[in-house]
């Protein structure tokens, strides 16, 4: 009788256990793929924006409804400018093509955003639009239509779920002429006496007693941002070691 008990309580123990991870799978919301949402029109879009004098332009846009209660998640937005209201190859997907047979019809502003609102600087924006149509200084036109859309995804790991974009807004623009560099590769140091230093973060250091990672040969770095991989291989001094101190000067 008493392994009756036993296998009864642990028979009920289990349906439980299933109907509690049911009624957990019920309360999770359900990622869906949304089918629009809105970039909204800034007053400003009605009148000729001159680059060069202007400083920073604000857009404001809805959120994609990525669940069925439309449900507030972390969803990422990517800016996208273009100078032909086209969106088919971007500057940098142009840029990478070792054929050369892409041409670029629109540029992506980096950082991307989490909110539904972006302050983009006219720097910025005047920049994309070199990059795209590659004019020279003295081949700057006096009007080029700008149109803005934003790109929306759920991030995964290295997966863009569900992604979206939103209607695009365009007006025009007074562009100028500014030289394009490539930014400088972000570099990270190793800081402590186990290189024969010392121990703290003093940028006047580095080099001395800050000794600098390495750069990957062969790979490429974003040219905007200065991103990219950083390593370093080589003998470590066991004197004194400290593998719990750590420290890096950027």
Known sequence: ???KYMMGALLFGIISLFASCSDDNDSNPTLIQPTEFKLNTPEYA???????????LNFTWSQPKYTADNAPLNVTYE???????????????AAN?????????????SPTTQYCNATISAEEIDKSLVRVLKFKE?????????????????????????????NTVTFK?????????????????????????????????IGVENLPMFMKPNFRYDKKTGTGEIEYTNYFLTDEFNDKAESAVA
């Open 138 to 166: 003295n081949e700057v036109p006096a009007e080029q239509e700008v149109s803005i859309r934003i790109n929306a995804y759920i991030v995964e790991g290295n997966k863009r779920l569900n992604p979206i974009t939103s």
């Open 97 to 109: 093509d070792e054929s050369g047979e892409k041409v670029a019809d629109y540029d992506i502003l």
């Open 46 to 56: 009605n009148g000729l924006i001159d680059l060069e004098k202007s400083k920073e």
């Open 173 to 205: 623009a007074k562009p100028y002429y500014v030289e394009l560099k490539d930014a400088t590769p972000i570099m990270w140091y190793l800081v402590g006496n186990m290189f024969g230093g010392k121990w703290g973060d003093n940028k006047e250091s």
């Open 1 to 3: 009788m008493k392994n």
């Open 79 to 93: 800016i996208q400018v273009s100078p032909k209201n086209s969106f088919t190859v971007s500057a940098d997907e």
